[in-house]
């Protein structure tokens, strides 16, 4: 059957494309579809961001934790140093004899052996200066100062003249090339006392005196 439409022109319906619709569908689909694209990667990022930020703080307490132990470190070190230099003023004026022996007894050359140690405060004079010295008056005085000597009285073999004199001057030698005995006892002198005789052999009986040298008041005063 055929269809005859009677109506005029301007009042028959138009016949619209669908093309648009199709077109605004798809570009809307496409906007939304890269709004999701786009608060994806957003929430990715700020996901990597949080993670990165944990671990900033993570590392910021495994700093705050070594900086507090090391703190802690410099704490016990200063206190170790205090009582280490306590402990070195208490001393400095103080001998330890049974270092000082055991050197000593380094030191013995064979055929030589002592029979007595012994310290002795002695005196000496010395000039000084005189403050405000007036025209014509002296510049310098006398002053007598204390000081301790370490005497080491001994035995040494002597049957040849010069042996014994030899080995006082050893020993001597060794006295004044020892840094840790020289450290305290300086400047020896030698004395040759006298002449014995032990179960028919010679020996030569000697003095050794050095001047002690403890602690700051003995370095003023120990010193030649």
Not at 21 to 27: L, N, S
Not at 44 to 59: C, Q
Not at 184 to 202: A, C, M, Q, T
């Amino acid at each position: 059957m055929i269809n005859v439409n009677l109506l005029p022109p301007e009042l028959r319906p138009v016949r619209r494309s669908a093309l648009p619709y199709i077109v605004v569908t798809i570009v809307g689909a496409a906007v939304i579809i890269a709004l999701l694209s786009i608060y994806t990667a957003n929430r990715i990022s700020v996901a990597n961001k949080e993670a990165e930020l944990e671990g900033l703080k993570a590392e910021l307490q495994r700093v705050r934790e070594s900086a507090k132990k090391v703190k802690e470190l410099e704490a016990k070190r200063a206190s170790i140093a205090v009582k280490d230099k306590a402990i070195k003023n208490i001393t400095a004026d103080r001998i330890v004899w049974s270092e000082q022996l055991y050197h000593l007894a380094r030191l013995m050359p064979d055929q030589v052996w002592l029979k007595d140690i012994e310290v002795e405060t002695k005196t000496r004079t010395i000039m000084v200066d005189v403050p405000d010295a007036k025209e014509g008056e002296p510049k310098t005085k006398p002053k007598v100062i204390p000081y301790q000597s370490l005497k080491l009285t001994g035995y040494a073999l002597s049957y040849k003249e010069e042996m014994g004199v030899n080995l006082v001057g050893v020993l001597v030698r060794a006295i004044e090339n020892d840094a840790p005995f020289s450290a305290i006892f300086r400047s020896p002198e030698p004395r040759l006392v006298k002449d014995e005789e032990f179960g028919g052999v010679n020996v030569k009986e000697f003095e050794v005196n050095c001047n002690v040298v403890v602690g700051k008041g003995m370095r003023e005063t120990g010193q030649t």
